[in-house]
């Protein structure tokens, strides 16, 4: 706005454009260089902004990954981000990084926040309605801790600064993602070997195709 002391009128449509009912919401389960991780399996909902970041970088992605973020509920670019993460316990995304602030809070189950990595890794556990903030250019992640409910789905809301935020994966993050991308590529078999394994057996000329294997005729009993 050009005065924010100017009050508007706002009719109820326009208002009507800015609710987002919760069973309504779209979520995606893809579209980050973690998505394919069965420990990193979860789904991402993106409330409110979102706008996707301009980077060419694989490691680069708006933090709801590039599916959720084509598809806000409420597509508006005022500041701040709203979206939600649900997740079965032990599942969270690899370390990453944002450029602004991103704020956390555990709507239902127990969530573990951690910060840095290796060595001076720390982590702290939230309950419901339970806020942790993180400032800009921390490695951070989260994973459902809940117990006694290994097939329960539990919900987090986060909060992320900016109109076009950006999350980075620690090269650590990446390397794991690298890792499980070879290890699930189908082998390739050389055309050489599939070649020979098509190759039809030879016809003799006016008669039946051979076997390559010459057979020899069997022995009778006693002989």
Not at 177 to 183: D, G
Not at 191 to 201: G, H, K, M
């Amino acid at each position: 706005m050009a005065d924010w002391r100017r009050i508007r009128t706002l009719s109820k449509g326009e208002m009507m454009k800015r609710v987002a009912r919760f069973r309504k919401l779209k979520g995606s389960d893809g579209g980050l260089p973690d998505s394919p991780l069965p420990e990193c399996k979860r789904t991402l909902y993106a409330v409110i902004g979102f706008q996707p970041p301009m980077s060419d970088s694989a490691a680069v992605t708006s933090p709801v990954g590039q599916d959720a973020s084509a598809m806000p509920a409420i597509a508006i670019a005022e500041g701040f981000n709203l979206g939600y993460c649900k997740a079965k316990p032990g599942k969270g995304p690899l370390m990453h990084n944002h450029d602004t602030n991103e704020t956390f809070i555990a709507m239902t189950g127990r969530w573990r926040c951690e910060w840095n990595e290796g060595d001076a890794k720390q982590h702290v556990d939230l309950g419901p309605y339970d806020v942790i903030s993180f400032p800009v250019g921390v490695a951070r992640r989260f994973m459902n801790v809940t117990r006694g409910e290994p097939e329960r789905e539990h919900l987090l809301m986060f909060i992320i600064g900016g109109n076009q935020p950006q999350a980075e994966f620690t090269p650590a993050a990446m390397r794991r993602c690298e890792e499980f991308s070879r290890a699930s590529a189908p082998r390739k078999t050389s055309r050489a070997a599939a070649s020979r394994r098509r190759r039809p057996a030879k016809a003799a000329r006016g008669g039946p195709a051979r076997s390559a294997r010459r057979h020899r005729p069997a022995r009778r009993a006693g002989r």
